[in-house]
């Protein structure tokens, strides 16, 4: 005989209805209203749930920016980084330019994880500041895409601040392969009098050499 719970109902490990989609639409509602919600809790907790849905990146973005809770902000930067779509690092990107160190970080660490949805930003985070710029170096260098090195390389070739190229550098001794070693050793040429840039194209190609 099949066991019947409390309510009457047949206990044979069947799962649950799912919910239909006015339901699902109202939880995602509730949740989106309750990420401005007094209680840093709730917060929390609207950020967790709504990594599950793509459609919210562009608000948790603009959730994030505003969020004073380190807690939340981190709930959020997981729930982008679980999203990570186009749409998703076209809301961080921007944060590179924040004077708040730890929501600027934040975003450097969730953009890391989202290869194929930065590619479409190298262009502009290469078009913005020195400092932007360097890190979009450190991006690069941790993001696993197969443009990377080609990316860093150019940047090497290319960017005039003696700081971007020695970021570049860095990152290419950790990504790079056989094609960076003549445009790194056009860079210490392209800056002669930066001794500690030679020292670092050197640890650069010895690396990529792999010894």
């Not at 749930?49 to 807690?71: I, N, R, Y």
Request: charged share 25%; net charge negative; glycine share 8%.
């Amino acid at each position: 005989m099949p066991l019947i719970n409390s309510k009457g109902s047949k206990a044979n490990g069947s799962a649950p209805k799912p919910a239909d989609e006015d339901e699902v639409e109202r939880s995602v509602d509730e949740m989106l209203a309750d990420l401005a919600s007094e209680s840093a809790q709730v917060r929390r907790g609207a950020a967790r749930g709504l990594g599950d849905h793509p459609g919210a990146a562009a608000v948790l973005c603009t959730a994030v920016a505003a969020e004073p809770q380190e807690s939340v902000r981190e709930a959020i930067f997981t729930a982008l980084i679980r999203i990570g779509t186009k749409p998703a690092a076209a809301g961080l990107v921007p944060l590179l330019q924040s004077e708040d160190v730890g929501l600027r970080n934040g975003a450097i660490e969730a953009l890391k994880t989202m290869p194929d949805a930065v590619a479409d930003w190298v262009g502009e985070i290469f078009a913005d500041c020195a400092d932007v710029r360097i890190f979009g170096v450190e991006i690069l260098g941790a993001l696993g895409h197969p443009k990377s090195p080609s990316w860093l390389i150019e940047a090497i070739e290319h960017d005039p601040d003696v700081n971007v190229c020695a970021a570049a550098v860095e990152a290419l001794a950790h990504c790079g392969d056989a094609t960076a070693t003549a445009p790194l050793l056009r860079l210490v040429q392209r800056f002669p009098d930066e001794p500690f840039l030679a020292f670092a194209v050197q640890t650069a190609l010895s690396r990529i050499a792999g010894d």
